[in-house]
C-alpha cells in the first residue's frame, strides 16, 4: 500500500505555536485525508503535538503551510526531496505565493483540496505530476464532502472540539483579509442536510475533565446567509451541542437569530471589532462596523448568555498613542470573556501586503515575523518599538489575574470554558513577551529612520525580500 504523510509544521514564534496551552486540530490536512482514496496508507504528523520522523519512508509527502510555518513548511520539504521522495505543498501561503513553494516542493495545489487532490494524486500514479493545481478562479461545490476521521485524533494531545463547517468565502474583502482572494467573494454554503448530518454524527471525546459535545464551526461569518443560518440553528437545536463560532456584528441587527443560536448551543462567538476608531475602519474597508454600537452589541450578545471573543488589532494607519489604553478601557467595560489582540500584519495576496510593498514601508519578509506577534511594516503615527510595547502591555493587563476575575465574575456565559481560557492564553502571553523581537528587525526598524530606502532582511525563500510580492 502507497503511503502518504501529511505534515502541520508550526510556527517558530507565534502566540498559537507550538506551546500554546490549546492545541487544535489540523482541519485542513484533515479534509486532504478525507480525500485520499482508501489505497493509500494516510498519516498526519503535527508539530505541534509530535515530533516530525524526519526518516520515515514515504511515497508521497503533502504539507500545509500558512505565513508564518512558511520557512519550517521548505525546511521539511527539502529534506524529504533531498530522500527522493515527492513532496507537494498547499494551504492559503502556498496558494499565494506558488513560484515561491515551486523552489522547495514538486507541485503545489492552490486553493482548496476539492476536486485538486484526487486529480493529482491520479496524475501522480500515471507519471505526469503537475507543476501547479488550481481551479482557475473558480471555487469548488460544498456538496458531498467526505466525513472526517476523528477517531485518529482521540490519542493525541489537542483540545477536545470538533470542527465543521457550512459556508466558505466573504464578501467584505477587508484590506488586511486574505478570505475573499482565497474563498471568494460571496458565501457558498453546504446542504443544510448534509452539514446537520455531519454535526449529529460527531461523537464526544471521552475524559472526566473533557467538554462534552463541542463542536468549532470555522466559518468566517456563521450568519452570513441569515436564512441559512436560522434553518441551521432550527435542525441542530435538539443535539445537545456546546458551539462556538465567529460573526459579525451584524448579527445583533436580528433578533430571532440570536434566540436560534442561543437554543441551539451556541456558548461563544469571535466578533471581529478590530479596532474603536472609525478612521481605522474605513481605511480597512470595514465600515458595517460602528465602534459607537460596541457596547450595545456586546450586551445583546451576553443577554442570550452567549461569551464573546473579540478581535482587535494595532498598527492601523490611523492609530496613534491613544489606541492602546482606548482599546483596554472598552475590554474591560464590556467584560468581554477573552479578546485576541494582534498586531497589524501585510500577509501575501492581501491588498494591505500591495500596499505597503508599494509604499516601500516593509520592514522584513522573513515569513516566521508574520505571525501578527511582531512589527514587520513601518507605522505611520506610531515607532515600531512604540507599536510593541503597547500591544505587549495591552495584552499583559488584560491577561492579568485581577482583570480575569473582574471580567469574568458574573458572567452569564459558560465559565467551565472562559476561566481556563483565560489562564491558557495568559500562559502564553507570558511567553510570547520573552520573545518580543528579534535583533534583525531590531536593526530593521533603526534602519526604517531613514523612511527613504528602509532596507530589506533577506526572505524565507533565501532570496533577497522584494519590495512587492504577486497576489
Known amino acids: 500500500m502507497k503511503k502518504l504523510v501529511l505534515v502541520a509544521p508550526t510556527a517558530a514564534r507565534s502566540l498559537m505555536g507550538r506551546n500554546f496551552f490549546y492545541r487544535l486540530p489540523p482541519f485542513g490536512l484533515m479534509k486532504v485525508a478525507a480525500l485520499t482514496p482508501p489505497d493509500w496508507q494516510t498519516t498526519i504528523a503535527d508539530e505541534k503535538v509530535e515530533p516530525l520522523d524526519l526518516g520515515q519512508e514515504a511515497d508521497l509527502v503533502g504539507i500545509t503551510a500558512m505565513t508564518p510555518t512558511a520557512k519550517r513548511a521548505y525546511e521539511i520539504a527539502d529534506h524529504f526531496r533531498r530522500r527522493g521522495i515527492k513532496v507537494v505543498m498547499g494551504g492559503m501561503h502556498v496558494s499565494k505565493l506558488p513560484e515561491e513553494a515551486l523552489q522547495h516542493c514538486d507541485s503545489v495545489v492552490i486553493g482548496e483540496a476539492e476536486v485538486l487532490w484526487p486529480r493529482l494524486l491520479t496524475d501522480l500514479a500515471g507519471g505526469s505530476l503537475q507543476r501547479i493545481y488550481t481551479h482557475h478562479d473558480q471555487f469548488p461545490e460544498l456538496t458531498h464532502l467526505p466525513p472526517l476521521d476523528w477517531e485518529s485524533m482521540r490519542s493525541k494531545n489537542y483540545l477536545s472540539l470538533h470542527f465543521a463547517e457550512t459556508t466558505r468565502g466573504c464578501p467584505h474583502d477587508c484590506e488586511f483579509c486574505s478570505v475573499t482572494s482565497a474563498f471568494g467573494g460571496k458565501f457558498r454554503n453546504r446542504p443544510l442536510e448534509e452539514a446537520a448530518a455531519e454535526v449529529a454524527a460527531l461523537r464526544s471525546f471521552e475524559g472526566l475533565l473533557t467538554l462534552k459535545r463541542c463542536v468549532f464551526f470555522v466559518d468566517d461569518n456563521i450568519v452570513g446567509n441569515r436564512a441559512y443560518a436560522k434553518e441551521f440553528f432550527s435542525r441542530i437545536a435538539g443535539l445537545n451541542l456546546n458551539w462556538f463560532g465567529q460573526a459579525s456584528v451584524n448579527i445583533v441587527r436580528d433578533p430571532e437569530i440570536l434566540r436560534l443560536a442561543q437554543q441551539s448551543g451556541c456558548r461563544a462567538l469571535f466578533i471581529g471589532f478590530e479596532t474603536l476608531s472609525d478612521e481605522c475602519l474605513a481605511g480597512a474597508g470595514k465600515n458595517f462596523n460602528r465602534p459607537k454600537d460596541y457596547l450595545e452589541v456586546v450586551k445583546k450578545i451576553h443577554d442570550h448568555g452567549i461569551g464573546i471573543d ?162
Open 310 to 471: 473579540g478581535s482587535f488589532v494595532f498598527g492601523f494607519d490611523e492609530d496613534t498613542e491613544a489606541a492602546f489604553d482606548r482599546t483596554l478601557e472598552f475590554v474591560m467595560r464590556a467584560k468581554l470573556e477573552i479578546a485576541y489582540f494582534s498586531l497589524l500584519t501585510p500577509y501575501p495576496g492581501t491588498r494591505l501586503h500591495q500596499r505597503l510593498a508599494a509604499e516601500n514601508r516593509l520592514l522584513t519578509e522573513d515569513w516566521d515575523y508574520y505571525d501578527a506577534n511582531h512589527v514587520v511594516f513601518r507605522p505611520k503615527l506610531l515607532t515600531p518599538e512604540r507599536l510593541l510595547e503597547g500591544y505587549h502591555s495591552v495584552m499583559k493587563e488584560f491577561y492579568s489575574v485581577s482583570s480575569i476575575f473582574r471580567r469574568l465574575w458574573g458572567t452569564t456565559a459558560w465559565k467551565n470554558l472562559f476561566y481556563p481560557m483565560n489562564f491558557g492564553f495568559r500562559q502564553g502571553v507570558r511567553g510570547l513577551a520573552k520573545d518580543a523581537q528579534s535583533t534583525e528587525l531590531l536593526n530593521a526598524w533603526r534602519a526604517a529612520s531613514d523612511p527613504a530606502n528602509p532596507p530589506l532582511p533577506r526572505s524565507a525563500a533565501g532570496q533577497p525580500a522584494r519590495g512587492g510580492v504577486d497576489a
